[in-house]
T-cell receptor, first 115, second 110 residues
Framework: KQEVTQIPAALSVPEGENLVLNCSFT??????LQWFRQDPGKGLTSLLL?????REQTSGRLNASLDKSSGRSTLYIAASQPGDSATYLC??????????????FGQGTTLQVKP | SQTIHQWPATLVQPVGSPLSLECTVE??????LYWYRQAAGRGLQLLFY??????ISSEVPQNLSASRPQDRQFILSSKKLLLSDSGFYLC?????????FGPGTRLTVT
């Protein structure tokens, strides 16, 4: 059974710091891995999607890497800003889910960037 | 791009009362639809998904049910709510591997 784990559960950093969020998954048989952002009391916004054949994706100050064989992904945030404060979730799409598009989520890392 | 509407935004219901949460999707046709629940301090748990009208798959045994009466309408229901049904309910729409999420409904069962 696929399990997704995110460490740490919470992180507080001063503004301007570069930071890394970690995600691990137990079964390397995945189609892709996604990183989402969730603001308090809100829905999820997709940040980056990495296909299983890719090693990384970049969007602005965000860079996500994927090492499928070791079951790990990292989300790197450069020059963090208070507006980056949110919960970040990673999710994998397991092989065998067919056309259902099912995702398995980690529990998230809650980031606070202090001005 | 897709837009997901959910209502109500918040709901307080007594134990044993019925429930109906609605989700509608704009900007796409024939999407896969999903209901998730997020308990406090926990990740998202997939409750139901649907790949077409009238096609519902349940991921976990529970007190809830789902229906898809129209292509872009997804409804989450319960005949009698339990305290453990409290949580943040999210509807999502997807095609391929991307999912778009609605704003969520905060349900408190008292």
């Amino acid at each position: 059974k696929q399990e997704v784990t995110q460490i740490p559960a919470a992180l507080s950093v001063p503004e301007g710091e570069n930071l890394v969020l970690n995600c691990s998954f137990t079964d390397s048989a995945i189609y892709n891995l996604q990183w989402f952002r969730q603001d308090p009391g809100k829905g999820l916004t997709s940040l980056l999607l990495i296909q299983s054949s890719q090693r990384e994706q970049t969007s602005g100050r965000l860079n996500a890497s994927l090492d499928k064989s070791s079951g790990r992904s990292t989300l790197y945030i450069a020059a963090s800003q208070p507006g980056d404060s949110a919960t970040y979730l990673c999710a994998v799409s397991p092989v065998g889910s067919g056309n259902t598009g099912k995702l398995i989520f980690g529990q998230g890392t809650t980031l606070q960037v202090k001005p | 791009s897709q837009t997901i509407h959910q209502w109500p935004a918040t709901l307080v219901q007594p134990v044993g009362s019925p429930l109906s949460l609605e989700c509608t999707v704009e900007g796409t046709s024939n999407p896969n639809l999903y209901w998730y629940r997020q308990a406090a301090g926990r990740g998202l748990q997939l409750l139901f998904y649907s790949v077409g009208i009238g096609q519902i798959s349940s991921e976990v045994p529970q007190n809830l049910s789902a229906s898809r009466p129209q292509d872009r309408q997804f409804i989450l229901s319960s005949k009698k709510l339990l305290l453990s049904d409290s949580g943040f309910y999210l509807c999502a729409s997807g095609q391929g591997y991307e999912q778009y999420f609605g704003p969520g409904t905060r349900l408190t069962v008292t």
